[in-house]
């Protein structure tokens, strides 16, 4: 078996469409741009992954909303000059020979093929950009070579009931797949089930009826890529891997640690919450392994009289007598006096609004009250929040009371908007003094 280089694959990371289900939150933002864990955005978890293992050519593929993406990987993913690795940006773009943007996942990395043209680079690894795991990819780039495989899709086991929005598939008893549906019918469902205990020469120990789902993540080699991609068919999962199933080998390779795909407001409300455990699922604390970001340089958050129960707390927040329960606190958050937030993901804010001038009155004992009031955003005095997301740099006014909404039915209104009932409060959005939701 001859090994796969980590150092010869490239990696093509995919910035999703226009990420409707995860509305308000990419009205004018890309999905792998929306923060995560009050200091992270989507991004970071593929691109940290590449980086730890070993594959430092990356290429993110961007369309809808891009540009704080855009901002976020140049400020973030900066490499040694004297070497030749690098994070670059495809950005959908018109050309004299088409003027369309792209038309679905295989017709964007069609389109950017040319850009792999290195003939050192053997393989091609496509990533999706708003999903959270952690993944040596080189083990994917093993299997790939092990099975002598044309493409290898990694997989998860799921409940047929968790799998209906994915890609699902059925393997032969060399790990050969030999059937793929996306988003399968309640009847296809039933075709593709299988016995967990029938997965164990996978390594997989589960018990009872599952499905093996596609994770969006696969292996390829270059040459089968661009065999697969000299068509006219639009979307990975839709056409390219069904295709590539009848005309190509095709394996699997397994993976059962964490991995959440974020693609509605339900999971990715959940997966932040999930987070503040004192053992999460998904670990930001592996030193060897990290996950990396944009460097704020951010001081310490001040903190006074405040009572916090799991919960996550980021840089350069102020908080003051309030008390904070299973939630994600963002960057330069400000919480008031006598506010309660409980299952709450807070975003925080995109910088301070507080002034040198601001800083010199309060240090001289001019203002009456504390720093955090000489800025109108964040959360007001003696306000009741619960099961709702506050995007970046909201406005929350004195003695306003959100409440959970679970049950109810989905609402857009000026301010504010209801999905799965979860309250979201949209980017730079203000709740008046007083307002009940």
């Known amino acids: 078996m001859q090994q796969i280089d980590p150092r010869r694959t490239y990696a093509l990371i995919l910035g999703g469409g226009a990420g409707k289900r995860l509305f308000p939150l990419t009205t004018d933002r890309a999905k792998p741009a929306v923060p995560l864990a009050g200091k992270y955005r989507l991004i970071d978890v593929p691109i940290s992954n590449c980086i730890n293992s070993n594959i430092t050519h990356i290429f993110v593929l961007t369309q809808y909303n891009s540009k704080s993406l855009h901002r976020h990987i140049q400020q973030t993913y900066h490499f040694d000059r004297f070497s030749r690795d690098f994070v670059d940006i495809l950005a959908a773009e018109q050309t004299m020979g088409n003027m369309e943007w792209y038309q679905g996942t295989a017709d964007a990395v069609r389109r950017n093929l040319w850009h792999l043209n290195d003939p050192n680079f053997s393989h091609v690894l496509v990533l999706s950009g708003d999903q959270i795991y952690r993944m040596d990819l080189r083990n994917i780039l093993d299997t790939h070579a092990r099975t002598e495989a044309d493409v290898t899709l990694a997989v998860t086991p799921k409940r047929p009931e968790e799998a209906r ?83 190509m080998r095709v394996f699997v390779h397994p993976f059962l640690g964490y991995w959440e795909d974020v693609g509605t407001i339900r999971s990715y409300f959940q997966a932040n919450l999930d987070l503040t455990s004192w053992a999460p699922s ?36 102020f908080i003051r007598e309030a008390v904070i329960k299973h939630s994600a606190i963002g960057v330069r958050s400000v919480i008031r006096r006598g506010s309660i937030l409980d299952e709450v993901v807070m975003l925080g804010q995109d910088h301070y609004d507080i002034t040198n001038d601001c800083l010199t009155l309060v240090s001289a004992g001019v203002c009456q009250d504390d720093i955090m009031d000489l800025s109108p955003r964040g959360v007001g005095q003696r306000c009741r929040i619960s099961h709702a997301i506050l995007d970046k740099n909201t406005a929350i006014g004195d003695d306003v009371v959100i409440s959970d909404h679970t049950g109810q039915p989905d609402e857009d209104h000026e301010n504010y908007y209801v999905r799965d009932g979860i309250v979201i409060v949209p980017k730079n959005g203000v709740i008046p003094s007083g307002t009940i939701i």
């Open 282 to 317: 998904f670990n930001f604390y592996n030193e060897a392994e990290p996950v990396y970001s944009h460097p704020r340089f951010l001081p310490n958050s001040m903190l006074d009289e405040v009572l916090i129960s799991r919960s996550m707390i980021s840089d350069g927040c």
């Open 165 to 247: 929005e994915f890609g699902v598939l059925k393997i032969n008893a060399q790990f050969q797949v030999i059937d793929f549906i996306e988003k399968p019918t309640p009847a296809q469902m039933e075709e593709l089930v299988i016995r967990g205990e029938d997965l164990a020469p996978l390594g997989i120990s589960v018990h009872g009826p599952v499905v093996l789902a596609s994770m969006g993540i696969y292996a390829f080699a270059k040459d089968r890529l661009q065999t697969a991609l000299d068509t006219q068919m639009e979307d990975f999962g839709k056409h390219i891997i069904p295709w590539c199933v009848q005309h």
